[in-house]
């Protein structure tokens, strides 16, 4: 008869079995290949990362990256900013999605809305008067336009990366 320690042994490493991931070297870094011009960020094996623009077409059987760094001006085969690196020094790749605008836009939609009503509180401290209903909601539906227009802006500066396919 087996003790209940030894049931937890073989519980834990059933456990640790099932939760097992491949390591990133043993999966590839692309399952469909990336078109020149397309812009990447590189994971390097230092742990570094280097933002890409690619100048030759990269599938999941080449055996090099030829890219000019990105963001910077353009650059030719042979330049200063042109980089050929081994395949093998990259672990993971990472698409260019945009921006964060629309994430800076819901924030400052959600922050335009008790500033809203500090706009209505200023108001209507500084005048003899209460606004009606409709000031209001003016008040309230024009802060969180201006406050969403000022977050989609500043979320245009922040960079979206995703998975490569």
Do not use: N
């Not at 812009?39 to 890409?52: Q, W």
């Not at 900013?81 to 800076?104: F, M, N």
């Not at 924030?107 to 008067?129: C, D, K, N, R, Y």
């Amino acid at each position: 008869m087996r003790s209940w320690r030894s049931y937890g042994a073989i519980g834990a490493v059933s456990l640790a079995a099932l939760a097992a991931q491949p390591a990133p070297a043993q999966q590839p870094l692309l399952t469909q290949p990336l078109d020149s011009g397309a812009v990447v960020r590189l994971r390097l094996r230092d742990g570094s990362r280097e933002g890409a623009k690619l100048l030759a077409p990269f599938a999941p059987d080449s055996q090099s990256f030829s890219y000019c760094r990105w963001p910077a001006l353009p650059c030719v085969r042979g330049g200063e900013r042109y980089v050929t690196r081994p395949a093998r020094d990259v672990l993971g790749v990472e698409i260019h999605r945009g921006s964060q605008w629309k994430l800076g836009g819901i924030v400052g939609a959600l922050a335009g809305v008790p500033m809203g009503f500090e706009l209505i509180a200023l108001s209507e401290f500084m005048g003899e008067q209460s606004l009606s209903g409709s000031e209001r909601f003016r008040a309230i539906a024009g802060s969180v336009v201006g406050w969403a227009l000022y977050g989609a802006m500043i979320g245009e500066f922040f960079q979206r990366w995703g998975p490569a396919p």
